[in-house]
């Protein structure tokens, strides 16, 4: 008995690591890529909408559920001695046997110029 309860604890495990970390590995991927657009943006010279549409591509070869519309830049300041902030918030359901949930994420930045 103790066996077959070891056994299904391990199954039950594997399940949830399977349905719960790419969402959680995806964010930290689309979070770093959001960084780096942040701090390419903040010394060039490059619109909101040029940011966004590069923050929509990225989000959309992560599998990342967010609509352009949901991206939110805004530069403040000029080039190089502004700041770039972008937000991101998006959310990932996850549906289990019994029961579903929602993965709340809030992925942005603000990066600020050198001078």
Known sequence: MKLAFGVLMIVVVIYL????IPPYWGNYEFQDAIKN????????SQSEDVIR??????????DI??????IKVSRTGINGAGSVTIEAPYVVHISLPGM?????????TTNRGIF
């Open 53 to 62: 549409d590069a923050v929509y591509k990225k989000a959309q070869e992560l």
């Open 100 to 108: 579903a949930t929602d993965l709340h994420f809030d992925a942005g």
């Open 37 to 44: 657009e942040a701090l390419m943006a903040t010394s060039g």
């Open 17 to 20: 690591g399977v349905e719960f």
């Open 65 to 70: 559920p967010l609509e352009r519309t949901d």
